[in-house]
């Protein structure tokens, strides 16, 4: 499997919001998004391993200003039959302080890390999100053969409300 695609687009993302952050004011940086602080949601994502899958999760989320900190729990399952459970907790910052606006997240589950984009209504209503993680684990698996190789990269969608 070849990740520069999606390093590029991750880098792409990056530079984007760095370049259109730098363009503004720094007295320029609008009213504070969100308009609520606690989010609820589900995420769903799919697997780029050896054996692709699936996934599905439940998500808690605080947000401050371009902060946030969440716990996610989800279950997964690759076509080889591996089953995985995730439960974790991440830090995302957004990158712009536009309501839609690129994030890179960091978690604490296996090592993750994500950058996508994300879609928000300034009056605290719902948001999408989409990105690209990176699983890398933090130490060996002792799961079956039928486990994937690492890393792994899992395209997601989430909706918090």
Same mark, same amino acid.
């Given at each position: 499997?070849?990740?520069?695609?999606?390093?590029?687009?991750? /880098?792409?993302?990056?530079?984007?919001?760095? *370049?259109?952050? !730098?363009?503004? =004011?720094?007295?320029?940086?609008?009213?504070?998004?969100?308009?609520?602080?606690?989010?609820?949601?589900?995420?769903?994502?799919?697997?780029? @391993?050896?054996? #692709?899958?699936?996934?599905? =999760?439940?998500?808690? !989320?605080?947000?401050?200003?371009?902060?946030?900190?969440?716990?996610?729990?989800?279950?997964?399952?690759?076509? =080889?039959?591996?089953?995985?459970?995730?439960?974790?907790?991440?830090?995302?910052?957004?990158?712009?302080?536009? %309501?839609? %606006? @690129?994030?890179?997240?960091?978690?604490?589950?296996?090592? /993750?890390?994500?950058?996508?984009?994300?879609? *928000?209504? @300034?009056?605290?209503?719902?948001?999408?999100?989409?990105?690209?993680?990176?699983?890398? @684990?933090?130490? #060996?698996?002792?799961?079956?053969?039928?486990?994937?190789?690492?890393?792994?990269?899992?395209?997601?969608?989430?909706?918090?409300?």
């Amino acid at each position: 499997m070849r990740l520069r695609p999606i390093a590029g687009l991750e /880098t792409a993302l990056l530079i984007a919001g760095a *370049r259109n952050a !730098a363009a503004q =004011s720094l007295a320029d940086d609008g009213a504070p998004i969100p308009g609520k602080i606690v989010y609820y949601g589900m995420a769903g994502g799919g697997f780029i @391993p050896g054996s #692709p899958g699936l996934a599905a =999760s439940g998500i808690l !989320a605080l947000e401050w200003k371009r902060l946030v900190v969440s716990a996610e729990v989800g279950l997964g399952e690759t076509f =080889s039959g591996w089953d995985r459970f995730r439960a974790g907790g991440q830090a995302v910052a957004f990158l712009l302080p536009d %309501a839609d %606006a @690129p994030y890179f997240l960091a978690g604490a589950e296996q090592g /993750t890390f994500v950058g996508g984009y994300a879609f *928000r209504r @300034p009056n605290g209503g719902r948001q999408l999100w989409f990105g690209a993680r990176g699983l890398i @684990p933090i130490a #060996p698996h002792a799961y079956n053969a039928a486990a994937p190789q690492f890393p792994v990269v899992e395209f997601m969608a989430k909706l918090l409300l």
